[in-house]
């Protein structure tokens, strides 16, 4: 699907160290699974640590550890 890609190119970010463009790709993942998937479904959880991953590589804890806890609650 188009949002695993953008989760694929996102984790290829992450690894290149570019955690603000990881960030946005895996956000736009997210976005999609998030208009098109149950708040409960197994695949949002990962986006939500997805974007926690890049947030706290970013050094936006805060916003980080939001998404873990929703990720936590998936």
């Known amino acids: 699907s188009y949002a695993a890609a953008l989760d694929n190119l996102g984790a290829c970010l992450m690894g290149l160290g570019h955690y603000r463009a990881a960030h946005e790709h895996h956000r736009a993942a997210f976005e999609i699974r998030k208009a098109t998937l149950a708040a409960d479904h197994v695949d949002l959880g990962r986006s939500y ?16 550890l939001e998404h873990i806890e929703r990720a936590l609650a998936v």
Do not use: T
């Not at 640590?49 to 980080?64: I, P, T, W, Y």
């Open 49 to 64: 640590g997805n974007m926690a991953r890049a947030l706290l590589e970013l050094r936006r804890h805060d916003e980080a």
